[in-house]
């Protein structure tokens, strides 16, 4: 899924905007509203999702869903449901649908969450002046957002934002990949190499088992229709093995190596202290070697929005209890 799907379209140097011991010169700094989410975030709550609106990642999102669905719909189908051994179809079944609704979750996630995007317009003069900087010390700030670009930010165009330790934008999840949803979208890729896989494995049963037996005897469907279902699937598959598998050895390559693709397509000097193998993947799949890593649920009860929606209608019920029984006590 790299190739050129993936615009890597920060390719501008970094500004330098004060270093410490200068004056600020107020009228230098475009000063703008510090917003809590992106620039087409929409508001729930108190909190914002995190949604970019570009057209194009949109469609490239929903097809990916169309996808996975359509390859569900062979497996299925087509495969599975039809099939004279139970046991065959029960197991396959529940790991092609498990894997693949992990793969539905992980993207979501990549999605929905905010990859690590810096305060828009946050370059204004108090905002410098809190940062106390040292003599000597260099701050940037990005032209195009108006924001202190932190070390290793990039800005994205699509994005309209500076994520912090960008790696690259992914129409395919329609968002960036940074620090805050790598670990989702490494997940992502993996999940959907291991369904493509498991299709590839399971087609070449099927045609095997059914070229033995008349093909009518094989499926619910007609023969035309089930072998063009199959090819189109094998073909998704494959494609979609490809992109994945190298996308996801690129990523556990960067998170080893503690170099994003846009540092290594630079080849940027690293100014930071390189983590170490180890230590690089457990800040990013958070903590240390376990099952969770796989989860891409994580964090989803806990902070995210179902979380909030529940506490808000636990405290509406409250009011609504306290309300009732302030009438009961009230009324003579
Ligand atoms: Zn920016
Ligand atoms: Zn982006």
């Given amino acids: 899924m790299q190739s050129s799907n993936h615009r890597l379209r920060d390719m501008e140097q970094h500004h330098p905007l004060l270093s410490g011991g200068t004056d600020v010169e107020a009228d230098s700094l475009a000063a703008g509203v510090m917003v809590g989410g992106p620039h087409s975030g929409h508001a729930v709550g108190n909190r914002t999702v995190w949604f970019i609106q570009d057209s194009c990642g949109m469609v490239c999102a929903t097809m990916t869903w169309f996808l996975v669905l359509y390859a569900e719909f062979v497996v299925n189908f087509v495969m599975l449901l039809p099939s004279k051994n139970f046991w065959y179809s029960l197991l396959n079944g529940a790991a092609f649908n498990s894997l693949a609704i992990l793969a539905l979750a992980s993207h979501l996630r990549t999605m929905l969450t905010d990859p690590g995007a810096v305060p828009k317009g946050n370059a204004t003069k108090e905002y410098m002046e809190s940062l106390q900087l040292k003599p000597g010390e260099v701050i940037y700030k990005c032209p195009k957002c108006c924001s202190i670009k932190p070390e290793r930010a990039h800005h994205c165009s699509i994005c309209k934002r500076c994520i912090r330790k960008m790696d690259h934008h992914c129409p395919w999840v329609n968002n960036c990949v940074g620090e805050k949803n790598q670990r989702f979208f490494v997940l992502f890729t993996m ?142």
């Avoid at 090819?231 to 190596?257: P, Y």
């Avoid at 180890?278 to 099952?291: C, E």
């Fill in 191 to 332: 999940y959907v190499a291991l369904i493509s896989a498991h299709a590839l494995g399971l087609s070449g049963m099927h045609f095997f088992t059914c070229i033995k037996v008349q093909w009518n005897e094989c499926s619910d469907f007609s023969p035309g229709v089930s072998v063009l279902l199959l090819i189109f699937l094998c073909l998704e598959a494959v494609l979609f093995l490809t992109f994945t598998a190298v996308m996801f050895g690129t990523q556990i390559h960067s998170i080893c190596n503690d170099e994003t693709e846009i540092e290594r397509l630079k080849n940027e000097k690293p100014t930071w202290e390189r983590r170490t193998r180890w230590d690089g993947m457990k800040t990013v799949f958070g903590g240390p070697p376990s099952l969770l890593w796989c989860n891409p649920f994580t964090g989803w009860g806990r902070e995210g929005l179902y979380h909030q929606q529940l506490l808000r209608f636990q405290a509406e019920l409250l009011t609504c209890l306290q309300w009732l029984e302030l009438r009961r006590t009230s009324s003579p």
